[in-house]
């Protein structure tokens, strides 16, 4: 028997095209359907895509919304590392449960974490709501917070915590992650990205984001950062870069060459700089959208696809061309991710999907389609969401979280002062 068919469905294909089929879904994945029966039947006018997928986030800091974007440069030292340095236990649980709440309104089926020192805190919480996604910790053995800075011994040691306890998790997996080149030591390097190869995990640390991390690389190392890892034996497929913003030829052709994977972030980014994402496209690198935590810009993908296509367009201009990157290729970028199972509404992949109310004023002019999905779509728009095979969102009701309860947990927060004050 079927645990959902979704009858004659309106749906865009693994090309983004608009088809009409019955979707069958068993054990979290599309199947045939050859007229088994079914738990759930759905027969509607909505039309389903795949779920997005937000490459990189920073869960523990849902707080920081509206903190950052029109701060002075450079952030992340300034107020996300002292904001991090100061998460308790319960911050940690309420922040991953706003923003599992958020990206499920906004059409978000999986996530990749940044990381955040509480990492293994953030367990139940998550896999309570059934949200598919990476969670690890950031680690770094330099930045001068006492809660933040680890030793590599110490580093490797919660690795091995988490990925024990992640090891029968269905939806959440592991991953390894530094913060940045230039705020780990060579052994804290080794022991979290190098280890993280061996075993074939997901491993992470921001990429190419500032000219300064860059030049701090390069004095260091007489090699830019890319090249730096290749010479570490840290670049693998699954090795995931955020941002990746300035990257010399031979950088990209390392990245080709460990078919390693690049996330833009435009809003965070628009403040940084443009990726050439037509050359890393030209050259088939596997590359995403992230939202780079609510602090840039909230948590809605579909609002990073617009900023990024008008980012893409201004790029175009500049190098006296247009549309080096099409709606199709920035819908691709946000429902894929390092794993190939998701982003196609096709039998055999995992059952990760969306759907948007085609009677909502906004469609009926033009429809629903790559294009209108870029250019009009929006998160709110988003109706049901389905992770792996199970309902999360109906008719915009949260399944797996009392919505009424969390915000009061947030009232909660904000009437605190004392509780709010030392975030
Ligand atoms: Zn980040």
């Known amino acids: 028997m079927l645990d959902i068919l979704l009858k004659n469905a309106h749906y865009l294909d693994e090309n983004f095209e608009l088809q009409q089929n019955d979707l069958a879904i068993k054990d979290g994945r599309f199947v045939p359907f050859t007229g088994q029966s079914a738990k759930t039947t759905i027969c509607s006018d909505k039309v389903w895509l795949p779920g997005l997928v937000d490459n990189h986030i920073h869960i523990s800091q849902q707080f920081l919304q509206g903190k950052l974007l029109f701060e002075k440069p450079i952030v992340w030292q300034r107020i996300n590392v002292p904001f991090e340095a100061s998460l308790t236990k319960d911050f940690v649980k309420l922040s991953a449960k706003t923003a599992a709440a958020v990206m499920i309104k906004n059409g978000t089926t999986s996530f990749i974490d940044s990381g955040c020192p509480l990492a293994i805190e953030m367990i139940d919480t998550l896999s309570a709501i ?16 006492d809660t933040l800075r680890t030793t590599p011994e110490e580093a490797f040691a919660r690795n091995l915590e988490l990925i024990d306890a992640l090891k029968e998790n269905e939806l959440l997996s592991p991953i390894l992650g530094i913060t940045t080149l230039p705020a780990a030591t060579k052994e804290l390097q080794e022991s979290v990205l190098v280890y993280g190869k061996e075993q074939h995990l997901l491993t992470s640390c921001h990429m190419n984001e500032y000219e300064s991390e860059i030049l701090n690389v390069i004095e260091k190392e007489n090699l830019r950062p890319y090249e730096y890892l290749e010479k570490l034996g840290a670049l693998h497929d699954k090795f995931i870069g955020p941002h990746s913003l300035f990257l010399s030829e031979n950088e990209k052709q390392l990245i080709q060459d460990n078919d390693t994977k690049v996330v833009h972030c435009p809003y965070s980014n628009s403040a940084k700089g443009i990726p050439e994402t037509d050359a890393l496209l030209y050259r088939h690198i596997g590359t995403y959208l992230g939202t780079d935590g609510a602090g840039h810009g909230g948590l809605d993908i579909f609002r990073e696809m617009r900023l990024f296509s008008a980012l893409m367009q201004l790029y175009s201009k500049s190098k006296g061309d247009y549309a080096l990157v099409n709606a199709k290729e920035i819908l691709s970028m946000a429902t894929h991710s390092v794993d ?8 055999g992949k ?3 999907l969306i759907s948007l109310d085609t009677s909502n004023l906004d469609y009926l002019s033009g429809g629903i389609n790559a294009n209108t999905m870029v250019e009009i779509a929006k998160g709110s728009h988003v109706n049901d969401s389905i992770i792996g095979g199970h309902f999360v969102m109906k ?3 949260l399944l797996t979280i009392d919505e009424t309860q969390l915000k009061t947990q947030l009232k909660e927060y904000k009437s605190e002062p004392s509780l709010i004050s030392a975030h």
């Not at 059934?130 to 917070?145: N, S, V």
């Not at 190939?340 to 039998?347: E, Q, R, S, Y």
Request: charged share 35%; hydrophobic share 35%; glycine share 10%.
């Open 130 to 145: 059934k949200m598919r996604g990476a969670i690890g910790y950031q680690t770094t053995d330099l930045i001068p917070f």
């Open 350 to 352: 995992k059952a990760d």
């Open 395 to 397: 008719d915009r009701e």
């Open 340 to 347: 190939p199972d998701l982003g196609a509404i096709k039998v």
